[in-house]
DNA sequence: TCGTTGCTACTACAGTTGTAGTATGCCGCG
DNA sequence: CGCGGCATACTACAACTGTAGTAGCAACGA
């Protein structure tokens, strides 16, 4: 019951990050943690996250003072895994995109080295 | 003179990939080709080139009978490059990345040893 | 030469997204 | 207990997207 078919924009997503890095908060203290150059604006955050609470993807937790806290009710693997399948959709595959990362010097040979042996001890196997 | 910062959405990239891969084609081709479910209709094609072109994304190149053909204006490499980019952003980089990749059974290590020795080869090194 | 048919150019439109203002209410301080 | 201030809930809105219809012209076959 988190595997909800919940599609998020990019801003939300945005606004996503900052609450799985906070674990809780309130409106004002995600957008007091959104670093950019161009802070949207306090009430902007608070349609962000009405939205999100529409769509399930936060919840309130308590209330202080006269504010309220929220917390993240998807987890952040479920919305990656809908990012990263819907790329893997436009560029056609896990390989070409692995091999651009490294065409691209995104990412280094050490990386995948290290990214192989620690994979090789998982809870779990393939497909 | 074809970095341009053009940004393109989820149904013009798909456009796109056909177009790239069929190198040329008119709006009938590139519709036709679209492989789903539920294709679009050909004027929602024609609209979408229509976009493309005003972009810069695609150009004329002969007319044949009343019909025009396309081809790609950008590379499919600048375009994926800002699609890896922005998901980078919001993931946090190239190593979770890949790491969710493996984790969910997307790539394996049989893939990344194929990235790996093929990476090796290449025309070009690091960047 | 004409009609038919396909293609283009233009128009339309609702849903989504980013962005924010306004009105109102509740909380804590003095 | 009353007020000032911050938070909430609601409203607004333009730009962007996906989706497609329509009008009109042009090319090809008969």
């Keep these: 019951?988190?595997?909800?078919?919940?599609?998020?924009?990019?801003?939300?997503?945005?606004?996503?990050?900052?609450?799985?890095?906070?674990?809780?908060?309130?409106?004002?203290?995600?957008?007091?943690?959104?670093?950019?150059?161009?802070?949207?604006?306090?009430?902007?955050?608070?349609?962000?996250?009405?939205?999100?609470?529409?769509?399930?993807?936060v919840r309130r937790t308590r209330k202080a003072g006269n504010a309220y806290f929220f917390e993240p009710a998807v987890t952040r693997k479920s919305v990656y895994r809908r990012l990263v399948e819907e790329l893997l959709d436009l560029v056609g595959g896990s390989q070409p995109l692995v091999a651009h990362l490294v065409e691209t010097g995104k990412l280094s040979l050490d990386d995948l080295k290290a990214i192989e042996s620690s994979a090789k001890t998982p809870k779990r196997g393939r497909k």
Tied chains: 1, 2.
């Design 1 to 57: 019951m988190s595997k909800e078919r919940i599609a998020l924009t990019k801003f939300e997503t945005e606004v996503m990050s900052v609450l799985w890095r906070l674990g809780e908060a309130s409106v004002r203290e995600l957008q007091e943690a959104i670093d950019r150059a161009d802070r949207p604006a306090y009430t902007t955050v608070q349609t962000i996250v009405q939205r999100l609470e529409q769509k399930g993807a």
